[in-house]
C-alpha cells in the first residue's frame, strides 16, 4: 500500500533510483584520470614504434551489457522479463484453439497448393494455339503449325514427368497414412509434425486473415535515443552540428520496461542550461515527440533525498491509457469498521500502485467540472469515517440532492440546500464547530503532558475524553457561494472554514470541501492555500487547474486539464509541495455508500455516539421499528429539514430538487392529496412566515404522521 503524505507518489521514482546508485550512462564519458604512477607506462606502450600498441589497446567499453551492469538492474530486468514471459504465456495459452484452427486450415492450403500443380493440364493459352493451329493446318503458315507441334511435345513432355511426381505423391502420402496408423503414438506426432510443417509453410500467404496477430500489443517502444530525439525535439536538448546529434541525456536507470509501460530515469546534460522542473513542464510536447498522449506520460522530480538532483527526472511511459480501465470497488464498501488513524484507500496510481490517503491532522479539497467523480471521490473519504464510530459528521450539501441524503442516519449536523434556511442552518453550524474547537483546545491544554504530549488528540483522549473526530463535509460549495450575496457575510463564511481547516486539525476536525467551479470566487485562494491535500477531476485548462491544485502545480506536472470526459473518478492529488500522483479512484456506489451509513449508524448505536440530528431522525427511528414510512413524508421531512413551516410553492420547489423525476410534474392539489393519503393531517393549509400568509406545511403536522413519533411541543 502506499501512503502519500510528504513524499513523492510515483513510487517508481524512488525505486528506479534505488536501482541503479553506481550510474551508467549513455554518453561517452570522458577517461577517468589515470594514476599518477602509471603514466609513463601507459606512454611506453601507446609509442608509436611498438607492433603491438593497438593491439594492446583496452576496449573503452563496459565489460557488462547495460542492463546487466549492477545486481539491481540484473534483478530488476529478471523480474520484467518474467513479467513479459508470464504475459506471454497468458497471450497464447488462451489462443491455443485459435492455432490449432489456423494450422489445420493452413495444411489444408498448403496440400491444396502442392497438389493442384501435379496433374497435368494445357495452360488455357496453350490449349487455343493447339487448337486454332490444328483447326487451320490447311491455310496455317508453317510455323504455326511448327509452333503446335512444339506445344504439344512440351505437354507431353509435362505430362509424363507430372504423372511421375503424382505417383511419387500418392505413394509417398500412402506410406505415411501407414507410418502414421503402425506407428506408436509419440512417433505418430513426429510423423504428423513433419508433413505439416512444409504444409503449412506452403500455405502461409499474406492474404491469411484468419487469426489476429500474436503479437504483444506494445504502442510505445522507447530507447534512449528517442528519448534524446524527443526532448532536443521539445527544446530542452541542444542540437549538434553536422553527424554529431549533440548533447545527450545521462540514463541513470533504463528504458526499460516496467510493467505496462518504460521507465527511464535521466539526468540532462551540463551546460544546457534546463533544469527537471523544464522537463515537466513540457510533457504535453514530449509525448507528442514519443507519440503518445500525455496522460500516458508521468514524470517526476527525483529530489536529493532519493539519491536525486535539480535535473534528474523520472520518467514512465505507458503503453496505452491507464486511467480508462474498468474501476475497482472501494473496499470500503465491504469493511465492517475501519480506523481513521489508518490511511484511507483511495485509489490506483497509473502503474496500479495502491494510493492510500491519510487524513488525521489534514484538511481536504475536491474540485473540478461536473459529473466526472467530485462527490464520488469526496465520498469515499467520508466513507470511512462512517465506519469509525469515533468520528462525528457534520454535512452540508449545497445541492440538495441525494448524494448525501443518507448521511442523516448518521450526521450530527446535516444541511441540504442552499434556500435562506439552508445557509442559516450552515452559519448556524460553522458557530457550533468553532465553538467546539476552541473547547476542545481549552481542553487539551489543560491536560498533563504525558496524555495529551503534543497539545493534539490521541486516541486514549478520542475515547477517554468523548472527543470524537469531526469530519467536516462541504459540497458544492459554489452554490453556499452563489446564495450568500452579501459579500461580507460570504468573507465572514470563508474565514469561518478557513479557521476550522487551519487551526482544526490539531483538535480532530477534519475538512472536507468540494466545488465544481474552480474559478476565485469559488475556491477562495485563501481558502485553498491551507488546506493540506487538493484532488482535482478534469478541467478545462491549466489555469483552472492550479485554481484548485495550486499556483504553479499545472507547471510541476500536476495539471487536471489533461483529463479529458472519460476520466471519470480520475483526479490529479496534490498532497504537498512537490507531491502528487494522478489516481483513478476506487467507486464506491450510492448504493454501497448508503449501506454505509446504515451501517454507521448502527456502529454508533454501539458505542453510545449516535448523536445530534441522527439520534433524532424520526424517519430512521421509525424505519428501524419496521414501519414502512411513504417516501413522499420522508422527502417532504428531508425539503422542510430546516424550517417548521414552508409555503407549498417552496416546497414544490424544493422536492423537485431532491427528484425531479418523482416531483417533476406535482402541483399543490397533488401533494395535497399525496400527503392525505400517507395519513398527514394538516392542523392549518395557512401558514405564517416573516409576517406573510400563504398555502402551507407545518413540519409538526408531517412528523405526525410518522408512526412512533412524538409531537414536537
Ligand atoms: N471512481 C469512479 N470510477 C468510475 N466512474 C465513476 C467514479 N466516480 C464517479 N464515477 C461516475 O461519474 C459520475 C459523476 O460522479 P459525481 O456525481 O461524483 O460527479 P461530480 O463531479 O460530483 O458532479 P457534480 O459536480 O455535478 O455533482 C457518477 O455517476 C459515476 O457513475
Redesign the pocket.
Known amino acids: 500500500m502506499t501512503e502519500i503524505i510528504d513524499r513523492p507518489v510515483n513510487g517508481h521514482a524512488v525505486a528506479a533510483v534505488n536501482l541503479l546508485k553506481p550510474k551508467y550512462t549513455v554518453t561517452a564519458e570522458p577517461p577517468a584520470p589515470k594514476p599518477e604512477g602509471e603514466q609513463e607506462g601507459v606512454e611506453a606502450v601507446d609509442r608509436p614504434d611498438n607492433p603491438l600498441a593497438d593491439w594492446l589497446t583496452v576496449p573503452d567499453e563496459p565489460v557488462l551489457p547495460p542492463w546487466a551492469r549492477t545486481p539491481a538492474l540484473l534483478k530488476a530486468n529478471t523480474v520484467a522479463l518474467g513479467r513479459l514471459c508470464w504475459w506471454h504465456t497468458r497471450f497464447h495459452g488462451i489462443r491455443v484453439p485459435k492455432y490449432a484452427v489456423k494450422t489445420v486450415w493452413l495444411t489444408a492450403r498448403g496440400f491444396y497448393r502442392a497438389t493442384t500443380g501435379l496433374w497435368p493440364t494445357l495452360s488455357a493459352q496453350d490449349h487455343t494455339a493447339v487448337v486454332q493451329a490444328l483447326r487451320a493446318q490447311s491455310k496455317a503458315k508453317p510455323e504455326d503449325v511448327e509452333l503446335a507441334a512444339r506445344l504439344q511435345i512440351a505437354h507431353g513432355i509435362r505430362t509424363r514427368s507430372r504423372r511421375w511426381r503424382f505417383g511419387a505423391a500418392a505413394v509417398g502420402v500412402a506410406t505415411a497414412a501407414l507410418g502414421i496408423y503402425l506407428a506408436p503414438p509419440l512417433l505418430q506426432t513426429g510423423i504428423t509434425g513433419a508433413i505439416a510443417a512444409p504444409l503449412v509453410y506452403l500455405g502461409r500467404g499474406e492474404n491469411v486473415q484468419l487469426l489476429d496477430q500474436a503479437a504483444p500489443p506494445i504502442r510505445v517502444d522507447m530507447s534512449a535515443q528517442q528519448l534524446n530525439d524527443a526532448l532536443r525535439a521539445s527544446g530542452l536538448l541542444k542540437s549538434g552540428r553536422g553527424d554529431d546529434d549533440g548533447p545527450k541525456v545521462s540514463c541513470i536507470m533504463g528504458p526499460v520496461r516496467d510493467g505496462r509501460g518504460w521507465a527511464v530515469v535521466f539526468d540532462l546534460p551540463k551546460g544546457g542550461g534546463k533544469t527537471a522542473a523544464d522537463v515537466l513542464a513540457k510533457r504535453t510536447t514530449i509525448a507528442a515527440e514519443l507519440g503518445v498522449d500525455e496522460i500516458q506520460v508521468v514524470m517526476s522530480r527525483v529530489r536529493a533525498a532519493q539519491g536525486g538532483n535539480a535535473s534528474r527526472v523520472s520518467m514512465w511511459v505507458a503503453d496505452d491509457d491507464p486511467y480508462l480501465a474498468d474501476?475497482v470497488q472501494s473496499p470500503l464498501a465491504k469493511a465492517t469498521r475501519v480506523s481513521i488513524w489508518d490511511p484511507i484507500p483511495f485509489g490506483h496510481d497509473a502503474r496500479g500502485n495502491r494510493i492510500s490517503v491519510p487524513v488525521v491532522w489534514q484538511s481536504m479539497f475536491f474540485g473540478?467540472l461536473?459529473?466526472?467523480?467530485?462527490?464520488?471521490?469526496q465520498r469515499l473519504m467520508t466513507a470511512a469515517g462512517l465506519l469509525d464510530p469515533y468520528v462525528r459528521h457534520y454535512v452540508a450539501d449545497f445541492?440538495g440532492g441525494q448524494?448525501w441524503m443518507q448521511m442523516r442516519q448518521v450526521a450530527h449536523r446535516l444541511v441540504l440546500g442552499a434556500e435562506d434556511d439552508a445557509i442559516a442552518a450552515f452559519k448556524a453550524m460553522l458557530a457550533e464547530l468553532l465553538t467546539e474547537m476552541e473547547r476542545r483546545f481549552a481542553i487539551l491544554r489543560e491536560l498533563p503532558t504525558s496524555i495529551c504530549p503534543e497539545g493534539k488528540l490521541t486516541p486514549e483522549i478520542v475515547e477517554r475524553y468523548n472527543m470524537p473526530f469531526i469530519f467536516f463535509t462541504v459540497d458544492?460549495l459554489q452554490e453556499a457561494f452563489i446564495a450568500v450575496s452579501d459579500e461580507k457575510e460570504r468573507k465572514a463564511i470563508i474565514d469561518d472554514m478557513a479557521r476550522i481547516a487551519r487551526r482544526g486539525p490539531a483538535a480532530g476536525f477534519i475538512s472536507n470541501y468540494a466545488s465544481?467551479r474552480p474559478d476565485a470566487e469559488s475556491v477562495p485562494t485563501k481558502l485553498r492555500e491551507i488546506i493540506t491535500i487538493r484532488a482535482c477531476?478534469q478541467v478545462t485548462d491549466q489555469t483552472s487547474s492550479d485554481m484548485v491544485l495550486g499556483k504553479g502545480k499545472a507547471s510541476m506536472g500536476a495539471d487536471a486539464s489533461v483529463l479529458s470526459e472519460d476520466h471519470?473518478?480520475v483526479v490529479v492529488l496534490v498532497t504537498g509541495p512537490a507531491s502528487f500522483a494522478t489516481v483513478?479512484?476506487?467507486?464506491l456506489t450510492t448504493a454501497e455508500f448508503n449501506q454505509l451509513c446504515a451501517k454507521g449508524r448502527a456502529l454508533r448505536k454501539d458505542a453510545g455516539q449516535l448523536t445530534g440530528e441522527a439520534a433524532g431522525d424520526v424517519v430512521t427511528e421509525a424505519a428501524e421499528h419496521g414501519h414502512r414510512i411513504p417516501p413522499v413524508i420522508s422527502d417532504v421531512l428531508e425539503a422542510m429539514r430546516h424550517a417548521p413551516r414552508m409555503f407549498t410553492r417552496d416546497l414544490l420547489q424544493r422536492l423537485v430538487n431532491l427528484d425531479e423525476d418523482t416531483y417533476g410534474d406535482w402541483d399543490a392539489e397533488k401533494l395535497a392529496k399525496e400527503l392525505e393519503l400517507a395519513g398527514v393531517k394538516r392542523s392549518s393549509k395557512q401558514v405564517k412566515i416573516d409576517g406573510t400568509n400563504g398555502a402551507g406545511y407545518q413540519r409538526r403536522d408531517i412528523e405526525g404522521a410518522v408512526p412512533f413519533t412524538e409531537q414536537p411541543g
Do not use: A, M, V, Y
Not at 461536473?370 to 471521490?377: A, Y
Open positions: 474501476p473540478g461536473p459529473r466526472r467523480g467530485k462527490t464520488f471521490t445541492k448524494d458544492e465544481q477531476t471519470k473518478g483513478k479512484n476506487d467507486l
